[in-house]
């Protein structure tokens, strides 16, 4: 039997990989960890997990077809864990970034229920963020 620990990483799609880095480093605080620009493929560092970013324009990325849209998604959502997590501060940052999201709500996860924000990136891939 296997035992899962957490997520190790996930790998999503994006049309713009400078929007989408501006995204989950600037506002989300995942820094580039590492880069293969020859395959398209950027690696960034969500606390104990990595976010992979596959360009729609590498290698990697094109032979994915069709990129993220409103009538099709890589991704419904990706649920990520905050130390220090206050939804109160996490709304005020996310407003400060214009970044458009949902009022916190409660709902079930690894954790069990807790109140968690729902928004989307650049390229309306879902995202979740809880304590």
């Known amino acids: 039997m296997l035992t899962i620990a957490g997520i190790d990483h996930v790998v999503l799609r994006v049309r713009d990989a ?3 880095i501006a995204f ?4 989300l605080g995942c820094p580039v960890e590492r880069r293969n620009d020859a395959i398209g493929l950027i690696h960034l560092r969500a606390g104990d997990s990595l976010i992979d970013l596959l360009p729609l324009d ?9 990129g993220p849209g409103v009538e099709g998604r890589n991704v419904d959502h990706v649920c990520l864990r905050l130390k220090d997590y206050d939804p109160e501060t996490v709304m005020a ?3 400060t970034h214009g970044v ?5 709500a409660n709902r079930y996860g ?9 928004l989307r990136d650049p390229d309306g891939n879902g ?3 809880r304590g």
Do not use: Q, T
Request: glycine letters at 20%; a negative charge; zero cysteines.
């Open 18 to 20: 400078e929007a989408a």
């Open 24 to 27: 989950y480093s600037g506002v």
């Open 58 to 66: 590498g290698r990697l990325g094109a032979a994915g077809g069709a």
């Open 93 to 95: 940052h996310l407003a």
């Open 100 to 104: 458009v999201f949902e009022a916190p």
């Open 110 to 118: 690894a954790g069990g229920e807790a109140a968690s924000i729902y």
């Open 127 to 129: 995202l979740e963020l």
